[in-house]
Structure formats: structure tokens, C-alpha cells
């Protein structure tokens, strides 16, 4: 028998096959090619949402398994697909991922013109993943199924918490009677606001309290702190959390 080194491919050296009956030989030379024949990616599975989980929440974490190309080392590509038991909505296709996780805002699951969950009833959808390393295809060893519970009003995405300390806008300005601060705190802690005039001198505290983080607001109706109205011109107001602060330039009006 004639064996070839494992995932070998190519036109081996000449093979010499030689019979006998002691009185006469008989001598034979030919080559072996051996073609060259793709691997497929890897078998994987499914890891979360599992099976049946129920999408009441505003965001869906896929994971699966990751699928190689043990031979050619090629680089694998991901495709998701969501297919619904309403057959009138079309199936959902995520392309070309490279890895083994996405997020995804649950009201993508629906393709509704404005972007809201109007469905009455509880929506079932399935989930797979078909991973290709460009010549040959492979599907997840599981299909999950997803279910989305029916919402009858606009279901609003959470806001995500500020990551950097920010002041402003702030509006109007310039202002008369009152003006609006906003500010952004990205960590907890002693926050102060306060309005300053140009020679550095406080013209009202704001904010001096402990605060954790999140969007804020302060409002300043052109007084100082002894309850007497700030004479027209230019002011500064000062964020200051820690060792960190921002400042901005307000105008007060007559």
C-alpha cells in the first residue's frame, strides 16, 4: 500500500513497483498526483441568547463558537440570520462578522417604517450561524429560538452613561432672567458649580453637593449670593469634580 503524509497535495516523486517468480523480473515506474481539496471551517455551537430566551430586554448579546480552518488557515467570516414565524416579515442577515459576538438593539428585530414595537402578539424568531472560510460553508450545529414579547407602545433605547466630564451647553445665552446648565458627571463625587466674575471672584454657588454619575442640571437667574441682581457683562461658570474641571462663558443681559 502506498500512504501519503496527511493533508499532503502535489506530484510525488516517481514510484517504482518491481515482480518476480525467480527467473524474471518485471520493473514499472509511474507518478502519483495527489489534488488539492478544501477543508471545511470547523463544527460550532451556539452560546447565547440559548434557547428559547425571552428578549425583554433593550439590548441582545449573540455569541457562538468559533469555527477554524485547521488546514489553509483562512480567515473565517460570520453570517447571523434571524428568520420570524410571521412569514411576511423578512429574515434579519448580519454579514461579514470576523468574530464571535454582536449586540443588538432589540427593536431591530422588527422592520417596522418608524422603528416601534407594534406587535400585539408574542413574536417567535429563530436564530443561526453560518461560518465560510470563502470556499466552503458551514452552519451552527444548533438553531435557537428567540422569543420577543409583544409591546404596544414605543419602547425608548436606554441612554448610556456620560464617559467624560462635561459643562454645556448652556442656553440662552446671553440671557436676562434665567439660564440653563447643563453638565455631564462621568464618576461620582463633590460636585461644585459655581458663577464667577472676571476678577475671580464667587458671584453664586450653584451646586455643592455629593452626586453620582449622570446628566444634570443648574440654573442661574442672574443673582448673586446675597439675593442682589449681577450687574450686566461677562461671567464664567466653573464644573469641578476632584481634581478635574470645565468651564464655559456665560453673558448676562439687562
Given amino acids: ?15 517504482i513497483v518491481s515482480a518476480g517468480d525467480n527467473a524474471a523480473t518485471a520493473v514499472d515506474t509511474f507518478m502519483v498526483t495527489v489534488n488539492s481539496i478544501n477543508d471545511p471551517p470547523t463544527a460550532f455551537g451556539l452560546v447565547e441568547p440559548v434557547n428559547n430566551y425571552i428578549a425583554i430586554n433593550p439590548w441582545i ?18 453570517t447571523l440570520t434571524i428568520t420570524f414565524d410571521d412569514t411576511t416579515q423578512a429574515p434579519l442577515v448580519k454579514t461579514g462578522l470576523t468574530v464571535t459576538e454582536l449586540i443588538m438593539g432589540r427593536i431591530e428585530m422588527y422592520n417596522s417604517d418608524d422603528s416601534t414595537f407594534t406587535g400585539e402578539d408574542t413574536t417567535y424568531a429563530e436564530w443561526s450561524i453560518e461560518a465560510t472560510d470563502g470556499e466552503a460553508n458551514i452552519t451552527s450545529s444548533q438553531t435557537f429560538t428567540l422569543i420577543i414579547p409583544p409591546v404596544g407602545v414605543i419602547e425608548e433605547e436606554p441612554e448610556l452613561p456620560p464617559t467624560s466630564l462635561k459643562l454645556g451647553p448652556v442656553y440662552p445665552n446671553p440671557f436676562n432672567d434665567q439660564t440653563r446648565i447643563e453638565y455631564e458627571l462621568p464618576w461620582d463625587g463633590l460636585v461644585e458649580v459655581v458663577v ?41 461658570c466653573r464644573l469641578k469634580v476632584g481634581d478635574s474641571d470645565r468651564m464655559v462663558q456665560i453673558i448676562l443681559l439687562r
Avoid: H
Fill in 1 to 15: 500500500s502506498i500512504m501519503a503524509p496527511e493533508n499532503y497535495n502535489g506530484v510525488d516523486y516517481p514510484i
Fill in 61 to 78: 448579546v449573540f455569541k457562538w463558537e468559533a469555527s477554524v480552518d485547521e488546514v489553509e488557515d483562512s480567515t473565517i467570516y460570520y
Fill in 196 to 236: 464667577y466674575d472676571l476678577a475671580g471672584r464667587v458671584v453664586k454657588t450653584l451646586v455643592n453637593d455629593n452626586m453620582t454619575v449622570g446628566r444634570y442640571t443648574a440654573r442661574w437667574d442672574g443673582y448673586n449670593e446675597y439675593g442682589k441682581r449681577s450687574a450686566a457683562g461677562l461671567y464664567l
